[in-house]
């Protein structure tokens, strides 16, 4: 058996291409995976930015007469509490210039009957009714993204409501082969900003 | 304060005075003890130094992170765990066994970062269970390289935090999941015998302790179920008991941490009993204390008799107070418990006779 010093230099070099073959990995899954952005809503403008990232909270509001999407969780919850998440598969379809939730569904095979493109995650509907404007929470397994101090204080800025300069912010999400979304960067108005490898 | 050389020294000369010792042998006698190591005031201010150049390069570091590229970022992380892992290693190659542990398990911790700060840097989403269960792989991994008990404590903490950070504990699972503690406890335990470590055994139990709190969450056992537990936990004290009697240095940790989670266990067993049990858990519970005395005073083992009293004097203030039973009925439960004892006692009298 080799000496000690040995072995630990073999588990530390073991332990570090593991993690760069990690990143290597999600970086490549992200490039290669199908790109899509959905509306980001400050739940609560305390809560959006904490330290250098942004809250990932997606959220698309339902307009008059349009119906909580087919399979979703639907309730009166102002939000979409962890708990209340379950691991199931998410059908995303384009609409208006930006991706929204098609259905839910137990399976893949049943979310695809939805749309072609599913990702793992949940969603969750509060239904519109007079005087109440609905709203389709999602969850895709991403809830943070870490940003410059600088951006994430814009990007915070920008989503709350009593921001000078409101504008929309939307998060760009890869759905990668594996069904896994992973965070691109995000659309604050018409500025795309996707940090790179570097 | 007194070294250990000092002390000798001083009642050497009492016993010298006395005539239980020759004066000839004084000096053999104090030349045989090694004088205690001191910190020179240069290696004081050499490694007051160091500590203070570290922190100036972590707010450094800190203070121009968001200038930093994010490979330059990844970069900085690895070379933190590999630094600490090579001069781990070197310490180890060097005969300096102590050292190479300590730097061990830092370069555990500094893998458990790297991996939280890659997350960051790259936004690479992922389960906080995951992470802290590859950071304990990678720290099992570096203490059985180099057969390191600071890093397989870390190894034992990482898994257990991973076990109760992520799971949702007082939800119910259609999916039944496993600790990571099932097989981390057990595997530091056995590593603890087999390299006779006392702090990885006090490790060891602990996550023993916690892998039963975890099964009980999860499974939201009932009281009965919790007394089960407790009674698990009492045979593996009883394991540990076996072990300190064959001259294990870790069975006493064993036996003494484990017979306090049993008693806890068996008390909270008896928090939400059904009305027909109270009687006889109370009873069993004054019986138990009782019995953990005696245990730890035949065994000496100080932590053992301290669970039979605290447990005896909870047990009883509950009895009197929490039960709401009638006087005439807490006297019977004190009587019959009395009358355990006694028996008890007695047939270890005759025992020892």
């Known amino acids: 058996m080799p000496a000690a010093w040995m072995r ?3 588990v530390a070099a073991v332990s570090i291409l593991a993690l760069v073959a990690v990143v290597v990995h999600e970086g490549m899954a992200r490039d290669a995976g199908t ?3 959905m509306p980001m809503q400050p739940v609560d403008p ?9 809250v990932v909270g997606l959220s698309e509001t339902l307009d008059a007469g349009q119906a909580c999407p087919p399979g979703v969780e639907t309730g009166i919850q102002p939000n979409f509490d962890a708990s209340m998440r379950k691991p199931r598969w998410v059908a995303l379809a384009p609409a208006a210039g930006h991706t929204r939730v098609a259905g839910v569904a137990d399976t893949e095979a049943a979310a695809r009957r939805f749309a072609p ?3 793992h995650g949940d969603a969750y509907c509060v239904a519109t009714v ?3 404007t609905g709203f389709v929470a999602t969850w895709l397994g991403v809830d943070h993204f870490y940003l410059d101090q600088a951006e994430a204080q814009r990007v915070a800025g920008a989503m709350s409501p009593t921001s000078d300069q409101p504008a929309p912010v939307s998060a760009i999400i890869s759905i990668g082969a594996d069904n896994r979304a992973r965070m691109k960067g995000v659309m604050v108005g018409a500025q795309r900003i996707a940090p790179g490898w570097y | 304060m007194a070294s250990y050389k000092e002390q000798v020294e001083r009642d050497l000369d009492r016993w010298i005075g006395e005539g239980l010792v020759p004066a000839d042998n004084r000096a053999a006698m104090l030349a045989s003890i090694p004088q205690a190591s001191r910190l020179d005031a240069a290696t004081a201010l050499a490694w007051v130094g160091g500590v203070l150049a570290g922190v100036a390069l972590i707010a450094f570091v800190a203070a121009n992170w968001d200038l930093l590229p994010r490979l330059a970022k990844f970069a900085m992380v690895l070379g933190l765990f590999a630094a600490s892992a090579g001069a781990a290693a070197w310490f180890s190659r060097a005969g300096r066994p102590n050292a190479a542990n ?3 398990a830092f370069a555990a911790f500094a893998f458990a970062a790297a991996i939280g700060l890659t997350g960051q840097i790259f936004d690479i989403a992922g389960d906080e269970r995951t992470a802290f269960y590859a950071s304990g792989v990678v720290a099992a991994a570096l203490a059985l390289a180099g057969r390191g008990s600071a890093p397989a404590i870390a190894a034992v903490w990482f898994v257990g935090t991973g076990d109760f950070a992520a799971i949702q504990l007082f939800n119910v699972s259609s999916d039944f999941d496993v600790a990571g503690l099932f097989i981390a406890a057990p595997a530091a335990a056995a590593l603890a015998v087999y390299w006779r470590s006392v702090p990885l055994a006090h490790a060891a139990a602990l996550g023993l302790i916690a892998a039963a709190v975890w099964l009980a969450l999860k499974l939201h056992a009932p009281p009965e179920g919790v007394v089960g537990f407790a009674a698990a936990l009492a045979v593996l004290a009883a394991a540990g008991r076996w072990l300190r009697e064959r001259g294990a240095p870790t069975g006493g940790v064993f036996y003494g941490w484990l017979a306090w989670g049993a008693v806890v266990f068996y008390i909270c067993g008896g928090i939400d009993l ?7 858990h109370r009873i069993g519970w004054l019986i138990l204390g009782g019995a953990l005395v ?3 005073r035949r065994d000496r083992m100080g932590s053992v008799t301290a669970a039979g009293v605290l447990s005896l004097m909870i047990g009883i203030s509950v009895v009197m107070y929490d039960l709401g039973l009638g006087l005439l009925t807490a006297s019977a439960v004190f009587f019959f418990a009395a009358i355990a004892a006694a028996v008890a006692g007695f047939a270890m009298r005759r025992r020892a006779a």
């Open chain 1, 46 to 54: 305390q809560s959006l930015l904490s330290g250098h990232y942004v």
């Open chain 2, 274 to 280: 059904s009305h027909g049990w109270t009687i006889p």
């Open chain 1, 117 to 119: 493109l599913v990702a």
């Open chain 1, 8 to 10: 630990i230099l073999a």
């Open chain 1, 130 to 132: 007079p005087d109440t």
């Open chain 2, 294 to 296: 005696a245990l730890g």
């Open chain 2, 102 to 104: 300590g730097l061990l």
């Open chain 1, 35 to 37: 790109e899509i952005a």
